[in-house]
Structure formats: structure tokens, C-alpha cells
């Protein structure tokens, strides 16, 4: 939209500039050398703007079918009662004003459907959480979040107000999404509310799952999802 109202006006306020303004002035050749450039320009930023909205768009699609899919495979191991205690997460690296424009993991497509949960405004620095401790490490990680300090577990770097909202959450398992020349660029997070599901979270099949659902997101560019 703003792109759309910046082409409209180059294209129709200029040219009325030009036919008010006196012939004698240098005026209308100075804004008729920046006319043709700013109209293409603006149209290709207009251009390119849908496209990007297409292609985002494309690519969430193609991320929930990944996950649900996944989802699915989980879902076929377990007890009917077990299946909604499992869920599914993509978190990408991004760099927002309320981070101070640092890169940190912000979740960007959940199954099922965070986006109006305390969860979803999540934001999680390199070390941070299981999802950061991946990101840092370059290297799968599992959390069983249902041992306190004391008893050998870990608070995982995570603020106060981080740990109460996350306090439903029994176990965690973090598979770094990573590009070749990028290094890592999100994190696939698979977790649990029930605490009989920790093991399963822990168990050698599920990783390996969730590290051949974390190589074909690699092949997507998630980065645009959010």
C-alpha cells in the first residue's frame, strides 16, 4: 500500500507540476530529470512488494504442511489422548526493534496455532532457552524442563517472566535449522505438556524426525516468515 501511493503520486502530482509551472523556469527540467528514474523505481518497489507478499505467502504455506506433517508422524506413536500434548514450532533468527535490532529467535508458524498465546511474543537470545542454547550450538538439544535446579536440571538462562510462561511445558527438544553459507537461521522446536511424554521427547526416533523435517525447511527461506 505505501509503495501503491508513492507511485500514484510521482506519476500524476509531477506531471501537473510540470504543465503549471512557467517555461522560463529551470524547474520543470530538474523534475523532469528525476521524474522518469522515481517512476520506474517506485513502480519496481511496487512490483516487487506483491511479489514478496506472493512469495512469503508460499512459503507459509509450504512450512505448516511441514509441520503438520510432522505433527502427523509424532501423532501415529502415540495414545489419542497423548496427541494434543505435542507441539510443533518454527522459530526464526531476527533482528526487531524491541530486541534493539540484536538477532534473536522469534516464533514464526506453530502447530497448533500460537499466535494468540503469551508464547507467541517470545524472544530468545543466543544461550537462551533450549531454542537458544541450539542456536548457539549448532547442534540438536533436548530440555527435560520437569527437574528443578537442585535436582541436576536447568532454568536455561530464561528471565522470570520467560519461565511463568513457559511453566506448562515438560520437556523440549531443539533442532537447529542451518544453511550452508548462513550458518543457522531458525530453530525446529518440538515440545511437551504432559510429563509422561518427556521420554518420548528424548527418544532416538523422534530426533531423528525432527533433524529430516529441519533439512527440508533449511530448503525454504524461512527467514521471510515474519
Not at 35 to 53: H, M, N
Not at 140 to 166: A, P, V
Request: with cysteine; glycine share 4%; aromatic share 10%.
Amino acid at each position: 500500500m505505501f509503495w501503491l501511493l508513492i507511485s500514484a503520486c510521482i506519476t500524476y502530482i509531477v506531471p501537473v507540476l510540470l504543465f503549471w509551472l512557467p517555461h522560463e523556469s529551470k524547474l520543470p527540467l530538474f523534475l523532469l530529470g528525476i521524474y522518469v528514474p522515481a517512476v520506474f523505481f517506485a513502480q519496481y518497489k511496487l512490483i516487487y512488494s506483491d511479489y514478496a507478499t506472493t512469495k512469503r505467502e508460499n512459503i507459509s504455506i509450504l512450512t505448516q504442511e511441514i509441520l503438520r506433517n510432522l505433527h502427523e508422524r509424532l501423532s501415529r506413536r502415540l495414545q489419542e489422548h497423548e496427541r494434543e500434548q505435542i507441539r510443533v514450532n518454527v522459530m526464526i533468527v531476527k533482528r526487531t526493534w524491541q530486541s534493539k535490532f540484536k538477532p534473536v529467535l522469534v516464533m514464526a508458524i506453530s502447530i497448533p496455532d500460537l499466535s494468540n498465546s503469551p508464547e507467541w511474543d517470545l524472544m530468545f537470545e543466543k544461550r537462551q532457552g533450549c531454542s537458544g542454547t541450539a542456536w548457539d550450538q549448532k547442534r540438536q538439544i533436548f530440555g527435560d524442563l520437569t527437574r528443578i535446579k537442585e535436582e541436576g536440571g536447568s532454568q536455561w538462562n530464561l528471565t522470570k517472566g520467560m519461565l511463568e510462561i513457559t511453566r506448562n511445558v515438560k520437556a523440549i527438544l531443539s533442532t537447529p535449522i542451518m544453511k550452508k553459507w548462513r550458518g543457522v537461521v531458525g530453530v525446529l522446536n518440538i515440545d511437551t505438556l504432559d510429563p509422561s511424554l518427556v521420554e518420548f521427547l528424548r527418544d532416538e526416533e523422534t530426533r531423528e524426525q525432527a533433524s529430516e523435517a529441519a533439512q527440508v525447511l533449511a530448503a525454504l527461506k524461512i527467514e521471510m516468515l515474519r
